[in-house]
């Protein structure tokens, strides 16, 4: 699948296209099939995200998982401070992302 | 400490002024991301992988109590309670908002501090020796040159737009430890044969993909032509440094293609005409400045002896004390490399603590290192056992300075949006693994680099290791035999490269022919290049 990310203008942080808004959670990402240059012009435009880009991912167990190690980790925050993740109460985070 | 005159703070209110508009039109629309990018650019701060940084720039590294009070009350304010040290001497932000960059840098400008070309191919902070104006082993302190140079690089008209980034390094030691020769310009104040005081001017050093030691093209030039000579080389690379391809643009590029001999000589021409200019400043304003490099109120008659029956203190003193050139007097150097840690990174509290001891112990100065720690550069001897005591439990009384545990490592694929691999957990695994044998090894400088942009120094790491993208996949080349000395050398790769786990187990390897090849007092990196890369190759893949 492909989905969209970028980072939230003001506050910088990672966001997933959800269909119908922008997400902190990579879970909420959605295939965008074929539209994402549509999508990021608009949003580009309207100052929602910035520096936005397509990317492959798969949807599996634990959701939708980024191919590349640079988005898993986008996705979930440094792998050395679990604690600043979006999902620190999970102890499996830093693994998910390898 | 250089303080501040009406230009400077003029300078810096005026620059945070402009950049709150600029956010303010970037928010509203009117200033698009194309346009509003390298100007956010020029004020250090970034979109990396997981929101902006800002890069704070340290001139030469050097903070007051104030200063780095600040800084840490802006990573608890701003940011998420902590800030990283970095290899340029700076301290970096990782969770920055942009709607909160201008008022971060106000309250850096109420401490006479900024973000300005931290980024962007201008001349870079400068960084010098963090033990300048304290170490026993310098010919005159640098810092005044360093401002010097700090005041003519800023805002500097001709070179904002240069083809690429440009670091410059001054040192007054022969101990040289600021990296000087792997600088687009190293300058070494030194003394010549008539006794005078002048400068040496290594050019065309730098590490990146294409790793360069500098070489000299000066070797002495008088200490009141320094901004004129500077200006030269500058100018020369500035008029035919490549712009039509980045990884081709660094000044090393350009005086390796045209020679040594005919950069110099263009240099020395461009020199001798900005000589009739009369641009040097006025000896009048370095008088201005070095008053404020006066020595601090060192007390005469301390005792120069320590207490040593506390053998954790002991330790701690052999290790992280260096000599200072007053007597009673020692230069400290706190780690930022706890076992397991982060490097370079410290906590809010741990930043104001350390303003906190630098007031009550050192003057109310510290040095942010290159190598990611903290100086006190001036601390009597009868107060080190206080002051460990005090380091001791807020945890930064590790004693491995210098030693395998007092890694560089750059932030990595866990922070960079241009790293290729991570440095940070294979630094953790290289501390734990060898946490302990600090006396065992010794002195053994490793630097862990994510990608071949080299900001973790690994081609001067007596072991250093890059991280690349095999496939997707993070893997460790590993490089033995770099220094960044006054003995530079460049790291030579082993061979193939290895998972996170394997090169932990690589470098064990290697440390165990060390041990078994050590001869008398040498260290890892003199053993290396005694014996060669063969036995460690053999041991590593054999």
Known sequence: MKILTGNDLK?????????NGWSLHVEDAVDVGTDAETILAREEAARR????YAIDAEKTADG??????????????????????????????????? | MYKYDQYDQAMVDARVAEFRDQVRRRLDGTLPEDKFRPLRLMNGLYLQLHAYMLRVAVPYGTLSSAQMRVLGDIADKYDRGYGHFTTRQNIQYNWIKLEDAPDILADLAKVEMHAIQTSGNCIRNISSDQYAGATADELIDPRPYAELLRQWSSFHPEFSYLPRKFKIAVIASATDRAAMRLHDIGIEIVRNEQGEIGAAFYVGGGMGRTPMIAPCINAFVPLDQLITYSEACLRVYNRYGRRDNKYKARIKILVHELGKDEYTRQVEAE?????SQGIEPPLAELERI?????????????????????????????????????????IVTIS?????????????????LMADLAKEYSFDELRVTHAQNIVL????KADLYALWTKLDEAGLSTANLDTIGDIIACPGLDYCSLANARSIPVAQKISERFAGREAEIGELKLKISGC???????????????????KGTENYQLLLGGSEGADTSLGQITGPGFDEDGIVGAIEKATEVYLANKQGEERFLDTYRRVGMAPFKEAIYG
């Open chain 1, 64 to 98: 939708v998982r980024p191919a590349h190690i640079k988005d898993r980790i986008r996705a979930v925050g440094p792998t050395v401070r679990l604690d600043l993740s979006l999902k620190p109460a999970d102890p499996a985070a830093g693994n998910w992302v390898i």
């Open chain 2, 452 to 470: 071949i942009n080299a900001c973790g120094h690994h081609h001067a790491g007596h072991i250093g290791i890059l991280g690349v993208d095999r």
């Open chain 2, 336 to 352: 930022l490399k706890p076992v397991g840690g982060i490097p370079g990174d410290a906590t809010a509290d741990q930043i104001r």
């Open chain 1, 11 to 19: 506050s910088g942080a990672v966001t997933w296209w959800a269909g």
């Open chain 1, 49 to 52: 995200v910035v520096s936005g």
């Open chain 2, 290 to 330: 070095k008053v404020q490099f006066a020595d601090p109120a060192f007390e005469t008659g301390l005792p120069d002896s320590v207490d040593r029956s506390d053998p954790d203190f002991a330790v701690w003193v052999d290790r992280n004390t260096a000599a200072h050139r007053v007597p009673g007097y020692a």
């Open chain 2, 377 to 380: 550069p001036h601390v009597r």
């Open chain 2, 271 to 275: 020199f001798a005409h900005l000589l």
